[in-house]
Structures are given as structure tokens and as C-alpha cells.
């Protein structure tokens, strides 16, 4: 049973005040909190454990190496990859895919190739690739959104050609909720010849991932969305593919043999882990995803879709609000404008009641553009958000329209 007080309990910093006011946190599109339990693993590995991995003969080193890959396979479970060989740590979504931009565009793009993203990217899934399609006289081409926030999945099928090397779509979007078809997205990209990145970053910490079953060549989430520590992220790549890229960086780590002529790289995935990687914070995103496997990711799920459904029944009562998103397969992800209200006046105001949105435009200003607005109010749910908080933040919502 999903025991919401208990949950709670994991997160001292939920007990907290701000302005003498109880903490109503609803940024979790941003970061997530972390429960004890990760805290206490990171503390136990540098209290207990501390040594740096795969190189040291002595006992700490080798049970930190042991740590260290068992939370690689830990991650390999959690989105059912096939093998070990294909997770890769990385600092988090964002450099997951500067990553796979730089590797794949140097392995695989070419003159008058295309790249495709869509609208409702953020900045992470669109910067890289236009950096890499400058480098390589790429082009990058976009999937438009529909008025509610959805693909439109008939521009995407035309949108696809012999040129068309990767596909680079949110598996759900961090202003809009949209839950997008990544399953379709990958069947029509596949039936081109071309390939898909799913960025997982607002995905993974809501819903149960199966990367075989999405059959996407690229899968990009971080650690800090899951009730993880920042710092630690994973890029997933089919085996096949990662083995026909080149090194990311260069160092330690990723070579074979280094001679002052030549040098050959190690086996996947070190190849793409030039320098000490954090292994402590690989160790306390294996507990992180230990803690929501426990909880149930279908029972996390549930729980924040109620939120979710809720939230917007409220919401949509009060006047002069502009709920943005699709009505039906949304995320727990609400972004909002009341009247006229800035999004930063709203935002500060509702600060002041205890309550944490974000507001602004979310790194994903093209999105921005399209929906003709500078930005919005967002609320984002975790695991351990309750109907009670919905209550204060829709509260505070009309006590600042009443303001203005
Ligand atoms: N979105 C938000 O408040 P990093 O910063 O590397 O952990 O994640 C980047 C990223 C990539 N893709 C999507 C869909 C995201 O939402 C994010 C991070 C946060 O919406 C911080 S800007």
C-alpha cells in the first residue's frame, strides 16, 4: 500500500518551513528531493568504503569497483537494457546527449544529412544537435506541436527521408506533461532507416521505463529527477551502435594501450568514462532506484496521475486560467497563467506562502515561441506530493489573482 505519511517520513526536508510557513514543494521537474536512504548510502560509501575504482589492487578499491558496477547493473534492470556493456554514467541528461551529439554526428552524419527534433524539446535536446549539424553541415529539422501540446505525428512521417540519420524526441515533455508515442515515434523512424534518442529526463522518475520494449537506440535520463543525487546521469545506446562510435573525451579510463604513437580505447561502455567517475553518486542512484522499485512504479504512477487530475480540476475553477498541455496522457507536470499575471510575480507570491514552482521558461524557449508566450508558472509532483499540498498551492493561486 502506498503510505503517503511513511514516504514523507524518508524526506526530512519535507518537515521544513519557509517563511514560517509548512514547505509545499512542487518543483520536482527540476530536482527531486532524496529520501535517507540514498543520503545514508552516499555517507556509508565515503565513511566506509571511499577509493577510486578499476584501478587499485587494495580491498577499497575493489569493493567501490564492486559498488560502482553493481548499481550499472542496477540501472541495466531498472529500463530492461540487454546488457551492462550498454549503460553509460555521465553527469546527467545533459551531457548524455552533448555525448551521443558529438559521437554519433562524428560515426554517422555527413553533408545535407538531417537531424529531426521537435517543438516541445528543451534546450538539451536541441542545443547539441544544432552544434553539431554547424560542425558536420547538417541540417536539423522540427516536428511541430499541435495547439493542445501534441505531436503532429502526419508532419513527422512526411518530415522523414534518405537523409534523415536520428530522431530526437522527450519522452514527456517538462512544460507541457505531454506524454509523447516514443513506441510509434521509433516504429516510423525505424521503418526510414533512421535511429531515436528518447530524452528520459521528466520520464524516468514517473513510470516504469523498458528500453527493449520502446526499441529507441538512445535513451538519456539523470540521476537528480529520481530522488538521486546531482552529478550522476545515464546515457543507454544499443550495444551494436555504441561499439561503431568513437570516444567521447580522452583520459584515463577509456584507453587499452596508450603509447606516444598510438592509442586503442577500452571495451564498452569505459570507453565513453574518461577520469574517475562518481562513483558514490552511482552508488546513491542504485539506491534511489532501489527505493522507487520498492514503492512500485505503477503505484508512483497512479498516485501522481490522481495528483495530477486533482490539481487541474482545481485549478481550471479559478478564473482566467490557461492550463497549457494536452487534456488526456499528461505527466504530473502543470504549466500555468492566470489573467495577466507574470509568471514571475505569481511565482515570487506563491514563494512566499511556502510554496516552490518554477517559473520562467523552462529551458525550452522554441516551445515558448510557439505557445506565443515569455514563460510560465509550473508545478511539477513527485511521490510525495498529497491532495493536501494541491489544496495550498490552488489557495495561493487565488489569493495572488485576488491581488492583481
Ligand atoms: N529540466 C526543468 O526544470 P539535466 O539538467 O542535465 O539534469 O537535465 C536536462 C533536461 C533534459 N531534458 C528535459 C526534458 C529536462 O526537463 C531537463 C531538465 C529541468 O525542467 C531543469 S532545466
Given at each position: ?257 596508450v603509447t606516444f604513437e598510438k592509442t586503442t580505447y577500452n ?11 562518481d562513483y558514490v553518486a552511482s552508488h546513491a542512484l542504485a ?118
Amino acid at each position: 500500500m502506498y503510505d503517503i505519511a511513511a514516504i514523507r517520513q524518508d524526506f526530512p526536508i519535507l518537515g521544513r518551513e519557509v517563511y514560517k510557513k509548512p514547505l509545499v514543494y512542487l518543483d520536482n521537474g527540476a530536482t527531486t528531493q532524496k529520501p535517507r536512504q540514498v543520503v545514508d548510502a552516499m555517507v556509508d560509501e565515503y565513511y566506509n568504503v571511499n577509493a577510486n575504482v578499476h584501478r587499485g589492487v587494495h580491498f577499497l578499491s575493489q569493493q567501490a569497483t564492486d559498488l560502482h558496477e553493481q548499481s550499472r547493473e542496477r540501472v541495466r534492470q531498472f529500463i530492461n537494457a540487454q546488457s551492462t556493456s550498454e549503460i553509460v554514467f555521465t553527469r546527467g541528461t545533459t551531457e548524455s546527449i552533448n555525448l551521443l551529439a558529438f559521437c554519433f554526428g562524428e560515426a554517422f552524419v555527413h553533408e545535407g544529412d538531417e537531424i529531426v527534433v521537435t517543438e516541445m524539446e528543451h534546450h538539451s535536446n536541441i542545443v547539441p544537435w544544432q552544434m553539431m549539424c554547424e560542425r558536420k553541415g547538417a541540417k536539423l529539422k522540427v516536428i511541430p506541436i499541435t495547439d493542445d501540446g501534441r505531436l503532429c505525428m502526419d508532419a513527422y512521417r512526411q518530415m522523414l527521408n534518405e537523409k534523415t540519420r536520428l530522431v530526437c524526441c522527450t519522452h514527456v515533455s517538462n512544460v507541457l506533461g505531454t506524454i509523447n508515442p516514443v513506441k510509434e515515434i521509433v516504429k516510423i523512424a525505424h521503418s526510414n532507416g533512421s535511429l531515436v534518442l528518447i530524452d528520459g529526463a521528466q520520464s524516468t522518475p514517473h513510470f516504469a521505463i523498458d528500453v527493449q520494449d520502446v526499441d529507441c537506440d538512445f535513451f538519456a535520463f539523470s540521476g537528480h529527477k529520481i530522488y538521486a543525487p546531482t552529478g550522476i546521469g545515464v546515457l543507454y545506446g544499443k550495444e551494436q551502435l555504441m561499439e561503431k562510435l568513437p570516444p567521447y573525451q580522452g583520459g584515463g579510463e577509456m584507453i587499452q594501450k596508450v603509447t606516444f604513437e598510438k592509442t586503442t580505447y577500452n571495451d564498452l561502455p569505459y570507453k565513453f568514462e574518461a577520469g574517475t567517475p562518481d562513483y558514490v553518486a552511482s552508488h546513491a542512484l542504485a539506491a534511489a532506484l532501489d527505493y522507487v522499485s520498492k514503492l512500485g512504479m505503477d503505484n508512483i504512477f497512479k498516485h501522481e496521475q490522481e495528483l495530477t487530475t486533482y490539481a487541474i480540476a482545481k485549478l481550471q475553477e479559478i478564473e482566467g486560467m490557461r492550463i497549457f498541455g494536452p487534456v488526456e496522457g499528461r505527466d504530473a507536470v502543470i504549466s500555468f497563467l492566470v489573467g495577466n499575471i507574470h509568471h514571475l510575480d505569481m511565482g515570487t507570491l506563491l514563494d512566499r506562502l511556502g510554496i516552490a514552482v518554477r517559473t520562467g521558461h523552462h529551458c525550452a524557449e522554441p516551445l515558448m515561441n510557439r505557445l506565443g508566450i515569455t514563460g510560465t508558472v509550473r508545478a511539477s509532483f513527485g511521490l510525495y506530493n498529497t491532495k493536501d499540498e494541491v489544496d495550498v498551492l490552488v489557495a495561493g493561486v487565488k489569493r495572488v489573482a485576488q491581488m492583481f
